[in-house]
T-cell receptor, first 111, second 113 residues
């Protein structure tokens, strides 16, 4: 059973559009990471958030951690074809050292 | 730098056969993980090793065994392969079990007929 739900599952947009991807859990995260995966490769880390309400920016990507640390979002401004890929959130809860991944959001940006 | 190296990259097995996936990292990381990824889905944790000498079950451990051979190496064994184990397997490591970036290998594509 996946403890981390991501939405939407699939997203196909035109170049230049904005989008938001969500990651939700019923439990409080100790920390949460976002990864991006391209076909045939392993995921690559984009960001780590640990503090409730935290906002981090990485060029056109904005990551937000919910105040209660149960949810997170990834917003992409003016999407480009190079943003195409599978976006994954990964979380750790309490004292556990398991790192569990979400269900993933597959993004396709059309030129 | 090699990072995380997995072997083999591709493998086809018949139902009931056994095999071992090998993983080695050269980053002096303490924690290592095995995940599986099915088409169009996220990664599911099979087993992990928080530090040398320890291993723990993840979300989907049934049908698998692991060995943390030393600090560098973490192997995944399928004792009696089943078609449901057809998947892409990723090994990953990070500096410790609580913090840091997870570094992944390139994946091992396993097909069980």
């Amino acid at each position: 059973t996946q403890l981390l739900e991501q939405s939407p599952q699939f997203l196909s947009i035109q170049e230049g559009e904005n989008l938001t991807v969500y990651c939700n859990s019923s439990s409080v995260f100790s920390s949460l990471q976002w990864y991006r995966q391209e076909p045939g490769e392993g995921p690559v880390l984009l960001v780590t958030v640990v503090t409730g309400g935290e906002v981090k920016k990485l060029k056109r990507l904005t990551f937000q951690f919910g105040d209660a640390r149960k949810d997170s979002s990834l917003h992409i401004t003016a999407a480009q074809p190079g943003d195409t890929g599978l976006y994954l959130c990964a979380g750790r809860w309490g004292a556990t050292n398991k790192l569990i991944f979400g269900t993933g959001t597959l993004l396709a940006v059309q030129p | 730098n090699a990072g995380v190296t997995q072997t083999p990259k591709f493998q086809v097995l018949k139902t009931g056969q056994s095999m071992t996936l090998q993983c080695a990292q050269d980053m002096n990381h303490n924690s290592m993980y095995w995940y599986r990824q099915d088409p169009g889905m996220g990664l599911r944790l099979i087993y992990y090793s928080a530090s040398e000498g320890t291993t723990d079950k993840g979300e989907v451990p049934n049908g698998y065994n692991v060995s943390r051979l030393n600090k560098r190496e973490f192997s995944l064994r399928l004792e009696s392969a089943a078609p449901s184990q057809t998947s892409v397997y990723f090994c990953a490591s990070r500096i410790d079990a609580y913090t840091g970036e997870l570094f992944f290998g390139e994946g091992s594509r396993l097909t069980v007929l």
